[in-house]
């Protein structure tokens, strides 16, 4: 057995949040036997990755490792550690197991794509376990801000270990499993290896508030309401979103339930039984004929998402509903960082509309779903594991959570995407580093993040676009003049005649001074004429162009 | 007299943070003669404006007006109050009056561009007071995060208006001069028509806190620190500049200016007498020599820049200077909405050099500029204006604005960007809608924010930009196949072929079918060519790109 060895390697949600991907192996080095756990997405912006879809974990280590993979783990239906599950089910080609709501939902993304029903197989909770390989794993009920969510419990022959995937420590979730602090202590009391916990709360620094506690605070809100009202917050957030059907119950108002993923999900909880009592809700054709002030929407977009249900009613109508003055708009959510400038848009959108808003900028309509500096001290100090390893965080969240670890007297591990961590024997080492990095589904391909198609697009964006085509004769003389397009640059500049214009004088006069020896050469042709669009542009406009040149020859 | 009227009219700032620009008008309508309040710029962004240099008022309505304009007025030295000086000079061709500090500031933007100095007017506190057309115009001094910021009397034969420009009550600013409640309640004793009002904070609902309040709390900190000490704040908060040097110095740490702006603002602050007893500086050369615990560095990049020396130290090495493990990086700032990523980038990329970053989570090492909401009450409460009109925030500032003076028994007026006010008379009415809206730099040249090159340059980014050049003959038939050329798409899709291979291909499929009706038709030709691009890529790789189409005819 000494030969054989535990490992443990984060390729995605160490060292960021989102785009969730952790490898755990056991077997002789380079011969691992392989679990998956979580296959999660990140969300592109403008700034890094436009145009692109989502963003995947770089999965080419697993890839060429298919056959030593025994199974995908999910821990729960959050996009950012279920969203991949589809995108890279053919590279893997493993069994997925997830509890039932988180399946339900990988489920739906399966046969978007086409595959099997059957590529997703639902478990129970712990003391199930799923045999796979030398690993035994079970899912131990875990709240967080979503149905169902699970750490799981790692058997293999080198001991325990938990993966706390998210969560938060919520004695009272309203909707799935509380956390069980006697459970835990009952796993944990024959010694744990390692406690692979996450990390993005590690800076809030007072203890974590029940989801049972907005319950009140959005019942006298919504009483309070002369108008229409309508809420949002995260679709996933079964539990938030049955707390403000609730409300809206109680203040006599009929619930619509608006935007694809409130619908889906409610839907989920539903079919899988997670989710029982939700009020009656009525369609949005059949709201139109009750009184504004007897109605509660909600919706979609609570981070302002410009297609969510949100942020059409900002702007207008959406299916039939339309916000007027007197109304109240609700962001029972916090604001990711990033999308700041979205959520104010919407807001000011309202404001336009006359609608009151009301965000969580007192602390009493949201509470998080993540477990606080103190929470993650009493989880540790439940656990009593060797060592903790921070996972799902930026780079500070986990170099932050090591020092709470060391702190409390306990090892910490920073390891972040790519660090495979050999846990056996007493003291966790580094193994080796593996490349990782992130693929981007764009439209229907997924390209490399480095493979330049992005920063292509980025320096467009930023410089505009020339186009320069010249014809060369049978003898490789130029035929006629240098014909230039441009998109995204001023029309005029310095000398205010046409951009088009001035481009085209100046590249002809090159094209004219530069003789037979470079008309007979592409790459030259090709290199002068771009210098001297940058040079002229420079010159007009005070900006160097990207510029695309094609120079077709007749010979 | 009473064809005559007061007008106010914001062009930019009411309805936005940033980009402030008002005007004031007394005459008969049309006929008024001019004031202008502040001309500053606001910031680009890749999801809005990629690749623009600096976003300004659109003051078409003001140029066409340009000899009814007596003066510009710029109230303080913060960018969007000042820094749209220089670029609508020429258009606007008025005197621009400012106290010293802000003159120093404005004249060195006039000298970048070559206008002569004496294009600034440098004018003392009230009560002095310029004489421009109808109106008598003082600089009243108010404490804000920058020298010299002042209110400004505006007296017309209507009566006196008072604008704040950006403010806060602060009684101990260190720099500059006090909030003076006495001098304030002087001023108004004998009726003001309008308060024009900052709004900012009127969501803040505890009183703001003297400047004076974190020089404690940052000297405790520094003198803690074991390493080098960086702090960065704005460079243009020069009594902050001031604390975070005096308490480098009471750590007996040598004091390193790094960045332009931190410098320039220093330099104008000294020179203009505004500021006295900074600590002594050295070079980042002579720094060198300095042991790194004895060393504080005072950056530019509070906001993340990436071009900042904050983000440069980040990333590495900036002028011979080198952070490491142990070392202490302090945020006196907030992050403005939008720059969240940007400033995480940089602190993520801290800890990974193992330097402890503490930002202002806690309240202690940063105060805020701006009056926040019982501050508002307390200076409208002595102002005791017949109007308050909200001034430089987004519209759910304004909007709260109004709600609070009515609230507090005054009338609010909601006024936003292009919407004239006639304050004559006992109640202030609309008179007017004028067309306004954001005009930016690029590179060199001035162009409107809805000319389509930005839209262009956002498409390009969002779909990838495919170029399609064809020869006709010069009897009307394709000479050779179409050529393309791709920017910023996937190389290959679907079909695991090159994707320029495929467009090729499809293209003179379609070049072929079309026949001579359509050869002789270059729009038809055209629009043929870019359907078929779009058509193939949808197939390819999903995503309709944008499309450029050269035809060359040798006839």
Redesign the interface.
Known sequence: MSNERLIYLPLGGA?EIGMNAYVYGYGRPGKERLIVVDMGVAFP???GS??VDLILPDIAWLAERRHQIEAVFITHAHEDHVGAVAHTYEALQAPVYARAFTSNIARRKMQEHGYPENAIRTVGAWPEVTTAGPFKVGFLPMSHSIPESSSLIIDSPEGRVIHTGDFKLDETPLVGEPFDPDLWAEVSRDGVKALICDSTNV?SPDPGRSEASVGPEITKLVKSAKGMVVATTFASNVARVKTLAEAGEAAGRSIVLMGRAMKRMVEAAVETGVLTGFPPVVSPEAAQDIQRENLMLLVTGSQGERRAASAQLARGKYQGMQLKEGDLFLFSSKTI??N??GV?RI??Q???LGVD?VDD?TGRYHVSGHANRPDLERLTAIVKPQVVIPMHG???HL?EHVKLADANGMTGVLAVNGMMIDLSGNQPKVAEYVETGRTYL????Q?GAL?G??R???R??????V?V?L?MDDEDQP??EP?C?V????????SRAPLVDVLEEDLSQWVNRAGRKIWRDDEKLNEGLRRAVRQTAQDE???KP?V?V?V?R?S
């Open positions: 060292g912006d403008m700034d436009p145009g800076f960082p990033g700041e400038k104010i807001i000011n309202f404001s336009e808003v900028s930026e780079h500070r170099r764009d439209g229907t391909v390209i493979d198609v992005v292509d697009r980025i467009m964006a930023l410089n505009g676009h186009l085509t014809i035929l006629g014909w397009e998109m995204g640059l001023a029309e005029t500049g310095r406009i005070g900006k990207e695309t094609v077709s007749l």
